[in-house]
């Protein structure tokens, strides 16, 4: 089965996403998640001015052989723009594989493991007690699984702190808007939102939270283990992932679960972080770590370390990736959890679906292929606009972390 063409497809149905549509000469085609937040057409012109030539006639089904064709040939490995390019062709040929045998994609990787992805929404509130409402709000829904993020008295707006409460989105402005830090308010308030959690509703629910790598090592040990009174089912990018090693010291102060792993892109980000035991969750995605070729392989590494996954799944990640992930993740032994951050109805509109929302779990369905479309005229009805994410700063001006 020979590729025949690909192109990219760029649509901003309330925000952007890009997607590789590949045809092969059987009528059969796959798509792949492409989107990168804030650098989008980087990877446009990655796929179209440097992959998309070197992948017609190649025959479709040789998927780790054309992964590795991007991957090793290139010469210039990783990277975001590179693995998410890798990723949209990786995803799209898994699609089509499995078009072609007519399975839903879960059937190639080896079946069901489990009858549902259990997956963790986004409260958030600007006090404590909007937060604890919004908390609220998600367990009436039916979610097991809740991130909650609160406004932080003294700081005029906080990171996951949202406008519209259902379809949160940081990049909201054609130039990076500037937000204001304090470490020490931060880290007083927190803890007090978790206390109020559990004395609101119990233990029957698994709480999250993102700290968006805003921490020293010492002071994400601090905050880990002020936590540890509420359980949390993990903190998230607690330090910046670049230097691995700065793990150790959080390890060890708490007892609070860890997971990073958003911004990786490859299993070499992750690779002293899992054999060390620093992390207890892997949040590798689709689109952004290499495709499921690759994501399967940190997986497994991670399973030998009792590392379990829990993939990126905010708005920014398109359908398109949701639909793999949810095959990935009905399928992979060492599941955690699979965060999920409602797209809206126009962009569900534009990548008609099958999967579904019930009891706290979302459910691939059984369509052939990962279960994603995409409609393609009306995809064009939305054109591209810039958008940032934020940048942060400290109060007295020196640039932080966002
Ligand atoms: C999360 C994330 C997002 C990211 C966003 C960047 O845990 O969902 O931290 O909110 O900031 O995906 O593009
Ligand atoms: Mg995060």
Redesign the pocket.
């Known amino acids: 089965m020979k590729i025949v063409s690909a192109k990219v497809i760029v649509t901003c149905p309330g925000r952007n996403f890009v997607t590789l549509k590949i045809q092969t000469d059987q009528g059969i085609y796959g798509i792949g998640d492409a989107t990168l937040?804030g650098r989008e057409l980087s990877v446009v012109s990655y796929l179209q001015d440097h992959v998309i030539p070197c992948l017609i006639g190649r025959d479709a089904h040789q998927i780790e052989d054309i992964w590795q064709y991007l991957y090793r040939g290139a010469y210039w490995r990783r990277g975001p723009v590179t693995m998410s390019a890798i990723a949209a062709v990786d995803t799209a040929l898994w699609d089509i594989k499995a078009k072609a045998a007519n399975m839903p994609l879960y059937q190639l990787l080896g079946g069901r493991s489990r009858e549902g992805v259990l997956v963790y929404g986004h409260a958030n509130g600007k006090d404590i007690a909007e937060t604890v409402d919004e908390v609220g709000k998600y367990i009436d829904m039916g979610y097991k699984a809740i991130r909650a993020q609160s406004g932080v008295p003294g700081l005029a707006s906080t990171y996951g702190v949202a406008g519209d409460k259902m379809f949160y989105e940081?990049a909201d402005a054609a130039l990076p808007t500037e937000n204001v830090w304090s470490t020490p308010k931060y880290l007083t308030h927190t803890p007090k939102l978790f206390e109020k959690l559990r004395d609101t509703y119990g233990d029957g629910h698994e709480f999250l939270h993102?700290v968006?790598h805003r921490l020293t090592p010492i002071e994400a040990a601090r905050l880990g283990k002020s936590l540890e009174p509420y359980r949390l089912f993990w903190m998230?990018d607690a330090v910046p992932g670049e230097n691995q090693e700065a793990f150790r010291i959080v390890r060890q102060h708490t007892v609070t679960p860890i997971a990073i792993g958003?911004v990786f892109n490859t299993i070499w980000d992750a690779k002293t972080l899992i054999q060390e035991h620093l992390i207890d969750y892997i949040r590798t995605t689709v689109v952004h770590a290499g495709g499921i070729t690759h994501l399967r392989r940190i997986a497994d590494f991670a399973a030998l370390h009792h590392v379990r996954t829990g993939s990126?799944g905010?708005t920014?990640l398109s359908p398109v990736c949701m639909g793999a992930a949810l095959h990935f993740d009905i399928w992979v032994p060492n599941f955690g959890i699979q965060?999920y951050?409602r797209h809206t109805e126009e962009t569900d509109a534009v990548f008609p679906h099958d999967y579904k929302f019930e009891n706290g779990y979302l459910i691939p369905g059984d369509t052939p292929g990962h279960g994603v479309d995409i409609d393609e005229e009306l995809a064009a009805k939305y054109e591209y606009k810039p958008a940032y994410?934020p940048v942060n700063r400290l109060e007295d001006g020196t640039l932080w972390h966002w």
């Open positions: 937040n940081p993102d968006h998230e958003e990126h905010a920014d965060e951050m994410l």
